[in-house]
């Protein structure tokens, strides 16, 4: 029903000059109430959840976007309800997050607020077991998108994938061309990624950041770095970009681990 009262409003509204950006309020998988933590992990990295991407952006912000108005998600998040304990709140919650922020952003999304009610599994920013505030993993998400994210999409092809989990975004920033890969291959059967960049017109120092959790644990609720770095309260972040080496020109590889995500910063030559 929202989304036809979002459509709907956008139509009648379109010509009056009062309307700056339409808001929509988007949880993907429901309600998480109920919901077994495997269930979670598994949904949140599951290619369905970007079939429902497309669907939402098929029946409401491709409409919007129609009409000639901009659209934004003034509430978003995995689940609603608090989001599902260890699902929400590991390592795929961050790569779910990264996915999320990047797919929308490349569909026309002038934002995206994360909806967190007070010290819920889905939060960015939590208590830990002493009271002090710390970053859930799914910060991680956030800060990796942040990185790779400054400047506009581009256009990036995936080939001989052999049914990997796996998605790429390409942005376009000041010179350099970051491009984030996202491995969500998970449980007993999961695949590591050698991923070949190629690229034109973009010179040799490439470098890479890498979000990931020990022992490619999806499930991981702790020691999530980004940068081989943890994100805490008691100083700055202090993540390394580590260099790529170059096998033919404008050619990269990238190796990424289950459940794992890279940002590429490749400069322009």
């Known amino acids: 029903r929202s989304i036809i009262w979002t459509t709907r409003f956008a139509a ?26 495997q269930q979670g992990l598994d949904a ?25 108005l901009l659209y934004r998600f003034t509430e978003a998040n995995d689940h609603y309800s608090g ?11 961050a790569l779910w997050a990264l996915d999320f922020l990047h797919w929308w952003a490349a569909h026309g999304t002038r934002g995206v607020d994360f909806h967190n009610t007070h010290w819920v599994a889905n939060d960015v920013i939590t208590p830990d077991a002493n009271g002090r505030q ?16 400054h400047g506009s999409i581009q256009p990036l092809t995936l080939s001989k994938t052999d049914g990997l989990n ?33 690229v034109s017109g973009h010179g040799k120092d490439a470098t890479a950041i890498f979000l990931a959790a020990p022992n490619g644990d999806v499930a991981a609720r702790t020691r999530v770095t980004l940068g081989g770095a943890a994100i805490t309260a008691e100083g700055p972040w202090l993540g390394d970009w580590s260099p790529l080496k170059e096998g033919k020109p404008g050619q990269y590889s990238v190796k990424l681990v289950p459940a794992s995500a890279a940002v590429v910063k490749i400069p322009a030559n």
Not at 12 to 37: M, P
Not at 49 to 58: G, K, R, S
Not at 134 to 149: D, M, Q, R, V, W
């Open 166 to 198: 796996l998605t790429a975004y390409a942005v376009r920033g000041t010179g350099d061309l970051f491009v984030t890969l996202i491995n969500k291959e998970h449980g007993a059967s999961a695949r590591e990624v050698n991923v070949t960049l190629v």
């Open 83 to 93: 989001g599902i304990p260890g699902a929400s709140d590991t390592c795929a919650g």
């Open 134 to 149: 710390t970053i859930n993993p799914k910060g991680y998400g956030l800060k990796a998108f942040e990185l790779g994210s």
């Open 44 to 68: 949140m990295l599951s290619p369905d959840w970007l079939a429902a991407n497309e669907m939402l952006y098929t029946k409401m912000a491709a409409p919007v976007l129609k009409e000639g």
């Open 12 to 37: 009648a509204e379109k010509d009056s000059g009062l309307i700056a950006v339409v808001c929509e309020h988007f949880y993907v998988g429901g309600a998480g109430r109920g919901k077994s933590a």
